[in-house]
């Protein structure tokens, strides 16, 4: 069995396929047989796609592709897709016993565009239950293991897409983020993770956690496949609302030009996400600001407020996720049970308690709270005008600098269970990471070194519709450190 | 007097908050009424749990209460801030007829409402 394939990146697996359209079955070969050998200590996946039907898949593509050249853009491409993305015929549980069954009837709009550029999906990634967490613990059928260290947490909620990268199990990933869940794992597990500018790519078919800040986004073993990743799935999608409406970009056409041009940046340096990082994380952080302030310009920045950012964060995640969850009833979506002579709140009631896990149960508890009367205005309301003080304050700093940076994770990748008795302690985990939902603007994580054999990522933040600068920096980056396409030992 | 699942004992006490805000007092077992609220039960254990995390869990929310200046500023509830694309809602005077059919025919039975047959089985 050729391992050549594990770790190649995704623009050079083009080429192979380009050469030899068959070499396809080999590759897919090599990433099952890597599944068979690691999955059952990792366990990155809720569902796997049995590999025969990835096979007719793409039997099927070629068929069809056969009499056009060149061959779709990303044609053979494995991609592992987080569990809270719909993918028509394939089951799609969001971690929660709510929807263990569930195989919805179509294709979120993301995966319609990586089928149209020819991607293969060949799995769903575990994840926290329907994205509340931020280590992929409260998944309810089974954590997943960081492939750097076992015995601790992969980040979350999209750990199982991060955990999948660094284990050698896909090729690129699908995640989405509403506190930070791409840039999360992505740092814990040593690959690159965007979250997009809010409405850049479509939310259509993903399973709502808090609807104004959840947003879908790729995560990949390099830059360049990142902006591969993120120029098929961005784009104006009228099913979504909110979907910005904007002409499709070529992300990697952009960071050519721009790593060509190699443009002079102002870097903020964010003092307090700094300050508050733990020692070994700052360090390892700072080398690669080093890297980068070599050749751009840095100065430092400060933001006050950043635990106040976390509490607002969770007061309008946690108020929207009660509305958004109130679907799930066992009528409209969820389990099913008996309702004969029974009382509709009875049975609904039943419903929500055995499908839903302790977390989300808490989270929903928690966001009526804030909801209820009198307590609307004291907590929710005024994170909302929290949230445009936020903003206000980001614009002020964006107007002095191009882009913020900071530790994506204050803290190393914790233990397995090592939060279980203080859920405020992971929840302030995310202090660097919320900030960006809140505001609507994109970030990415990009890995700034191991300490002690533990990854930690490095966070740039910047305005709206700033992915094309934010890739440059990852690419500069990138090049100087050689972190990329890093495949665990298992 | 409780009389049924959705009838609250809640204390309707009002008191003049910081910033003078009017709140109404939650009963004394927030989680009791919490489940009520939201129709999901948490067991005995949980309940002793989530009761500790609830009052971490506010107290952190509670951080929002030492921001300087925050009443100055309007609420954010969507960060682009882009016109909803639907139609306006329009009002009517009546219910057509279909509904009005509907409307009369319905059947309330143990909560939920029975619908007139439209088959024939």
Not at chain 1, 76 to 100: P, Q
Not at chain 1, 163 to 186: K, M, Q, W
Not at chain 1, 370 to 397: C, P, T
Not at chain 1, 433 to 439: E, G, K, Q, R
Request: aromatic share 10%; with cysteine; charged share 25%.
């Amino acid at each position: 069995m050729s391992y050549k394939y594990i770790s190649m990146p995704v623009h050079r697996l083009i080429e192979e396929f380009s050469s030899d359209v068959h070499k396809v079955f080999e590759y897919i070969d090599s990433i099952y047989d890597r599944i068979h050998r690691v999955e059952s200590r990792v366990r990155a996946f809720i569902t796997i796609v049995p590999k025969e039907q990835v096979y007719s898949y793409v039997e099927n593509l070629i068929r069809r592709v056969r009499s056009t050249y060149p061959l779709p853009r990303l044609f053979g491409v494995i991609v592992g897709v987080k569990d809270n993305i719909s993918t028509r015929g394939i089951r799609t549980t969001c971690g929660s016993r709510m929807l263990e069954n569930y195989i919805p009837p179509y294709d979120a709009t993301t995966i319609e565009k990586l089928r149209n550029v020819g991607m293969v999906i060949h799995g769903k990634t575990n994840m926290d239950e329907f994205a509340m967490g931020s280590t992929t613990e409260t998944s309810a059928f089974y954590p997943t293991r960081n492939p750097w260290s076992l015995e601790r947490v992969p980040g979350g909620s999209s750990g199982g897409s991060g955990a999948a990268l660094a284990a050698g199990e896909a090729s690129v990933a699908l995640g989405s983020d509403t506190g930070g869940s791409i840039r999360n794992p992505a740092a814990y597990t040593m690959v690159y993770g965007l979250k997009p500018t809010y409405g850049l790519v479509s939310r259509y078919g993903l399973i709502a956690y808090a609807s104004s800040m959840d947003q879908i986004g790729p995560m990949a073993r390099n830059t360049l496949d990142l902006a591969l990743t993120l120029t098929a799935i961005s784009g104006h999608d009228p099913r979504d609302s909110t979907s910005l409406p904007m002409q499709p970009v070529d992300y990697v056409e952009l960071l050519n030009e721009l790593l060509h041009r190699e443009p002079r940046l102002k870097i903020g340096i964010l003092k307090e996400l700094f300050e508050g990082s733990d020692d070994e994380v700052r360090k390892t952080v700072y080398s690669s600001v080093d890297n980068l302030c070599a050749y751009h310009e840095c100065v430092e920045v400060s933001m006050p407020y950043t635990k106040e950012a976390v509490a607002a964060y969770y007061i309008i995640a946690m108020a929207e996720a009660s509305s958004n969850l109130s679907r799930f009833d066992g009528v409209r979506y969820g389990l099913k049970v008996p309702v004969e002579n029974r009382s509709w709140i009875d049975a609904y009631t039943e419903v929500r308690t055995r499908g839903f896990g302790y977390e989300v149960r808490k989270r929903i508890a928690l966001g009526a709270y804030v909801l209820s009367m009198g307590y609307r205005d004291m907590y929710y309301i005024r994170a909302l005008r929290f949230r445009r003080m936020l903003k206000e304050n980001l614009n002020s700093i964006f107007s002095k600098v191009d882009v913020v940076v900071s530790p994506t994770m204050p803290i190393p990748p914790p233990k397995l269970g090592e939060f279980f008795e203080d859920p405020v302690k992971i929840y302030l985990a995310d202090v660097s990471t919320v900030i960006a939902n809140l505001v609507g603007y994109p970030a990415i994580s990009i890995p700034a070194g191991f300490w002690n054999g533990l990854p930690a990522g490095l966070q740039i933040m910047s305005k709206s519709l700033s992915e094309p600068i934010l890739l440059y920096l990852s690419a500069q980056l990138e090049e100087r450190t050689k972190l990329r396409d890093l495949i665990a030992e298992v | 007097m409780r009389t049924g699942f959705l009838n609250f004992d809640v204390k309707l006490i009002f008191h003049v908050a910081d910033r003078c805000d009017l709140v109404y007092i939650l009963p004394g077992d927030v989680v009791e009424y919490l489940e009520r609220l939201i129709l999901i039960r948490f067991s005995d254990d949980e309940r002793e749990r989530i009761k500790v995390e609830i009052d971490k869990i506010i107290n952190l929310f509670n951080e929002l209460k030492n921001v300087e200046g925050i009443d100055r500023y309007e609420p954010l509830f969507h960060v682009h801030e882009v016109p909803s694309p639907l139609r306006v809602d329009e009002t009517f005077d009546k219910v057509d007829e279909e509904h009005s059919m509907l409307r009369d025919n319905a059947l309330l039975v143990n909560g939920y409402v029975k619908a007139p047959k439209t088959t024939v089985e």
